[in-house]
């Protein structure tokens, strides 16, 4: 024991040396105010206002173009619509006039006809007409529109039927119906 005994007494004058400089080192002490500076703020708060008014203003100015771009292509189709439909009347109209039967009438309107006859033939390196060429008469025209089938006799209908109504009535009796009163003798129309 004897060799840790200096060895203890020499830490216990040290300690209170190194005790003594930790403790004012650590002691508390009132340091002068200085002016603190701070960053200006308002300048900030106008950049970041300015940025959030650019962007509003930005998608406004988008949105209007958007709406200017659909109303214009709106417009557009309905153009193309109309001029679509505009192009099937002038195709109807073509078909219209190219139809054979407008020919065919309006050469009956100027009095032209087909001839039931056969036409000559003209040769034109001799110039002769073979055939006997008749000239066509209006008797020679062909109906543009063919009537069609008559109905038979059976499927005419008669103009007038009449009926005995005691005979009717007698008929509807045996059938199992009843007799319909009358005013001027014709049936009430059962059929």
Same mark, same amino acid.
Request: glycine share 6%; proline share 9%; charged share 20%.
């Given at each position: 024991?004897?060799?840790? +005994?200096?060895?203890?007494?020499?830490? %216990?004058?040290?300690?209170?040396?190194?005790? @003594? &400089?930790?403790? !004012?080192?650590? $002691? =508390?002490?009132?340091?002068?105010?200085?002016?603190?500076?701070?960053?200006?703020?308002?300048?900030?708060?106008?950049?970041?206002?300015?940025?959030?008014?650019?962007?509003?203003?930005?998608?406004?100015?988008?949105?209007?173009?958007?709406?200017?771009?659909?109303?214009?292509?709106?417009?557009?189709?309905?153009? +193309?619509?109309?001029?679509?439909?505009? %192009?099937?009347?002038?195709?109807?109209?073509? @078909? &219209?006039?190219? !139809?054979?039967? $407008? =020919?065919?009438?309006?050469?009956?309107?100027?009095?032209?006809?087909?001839?039931?006859?056969?036409?000559?033939?003209?040769?034109?390196?001799?110039?002769?007409?073979?055939?006997?060429?008749?000239?066509?008469?209006?008797?020679?025209?062909?109906?543009?529109?063919?009537?069609?089938?008559?109905?038979?006799?059976?499927?005419?209908?008669?103009?007038?039927?009449?009926?005995?109504?005691?005979?009717?009535?007698? &008929?509807?009796?045996?059938?199992?119906?009843?007799?319909?009163?009358?005013?001027?003798?014709?049936?009430?129309?059962?059929?």
């Amino acid at each position: 024991m004897s060799s840790t +005994a200096p060895q203890i007494r020499r830490l %216990q004058s040290v300690a209170p040396r190194i005790a @003594q &400089a930790a403790l !004012e080192r650590a $002691r =508390l002490t009132v340091v002068p105010r200085t002016r603190r500076t701070r960053a200006p703020r308002v300048p900030f708060v106008a950049f970041v206002s300015v940025i959030l008014l650019a962007g509003v203003v930005g998608l406004l100015l988008f949105n209007t173009s958007m709406q200017q771009a659909s109303f214009k292509a709106t417009a557009l189709e309905n153009q +193309a619509t109309d001029l679509g439909a505009q %192009q099937e009347a002038l195709e109807m109209d073509i @078909q &219209a006039l190219r !139809e054979p039967q $407008r =020919l065919a009438r309006l050469a009956q309107d100027m009095g032209m006809v087909i001839p039931s006859t056969p036409a000559g033939v003209l040769d034109l390196s001799t110039g002769r007409v073979t055939g006997k060429p008749v000239p066509a008469s209006g008797g020679d025209a062909i109906p543009l529109h063919m009537p069609g089938p008559k109905k038979p006799a059976e499927l005419q209908r008669p103009a007038d039927v009449k009926v005995n109504p005691a005979k009717a009535d007698a &008929a509807r009796t045996d059938a199992g119906t009843k007799p319909k009163n009358t005013t001027d003798g014709a049936p009430t129309g059962d059929r």
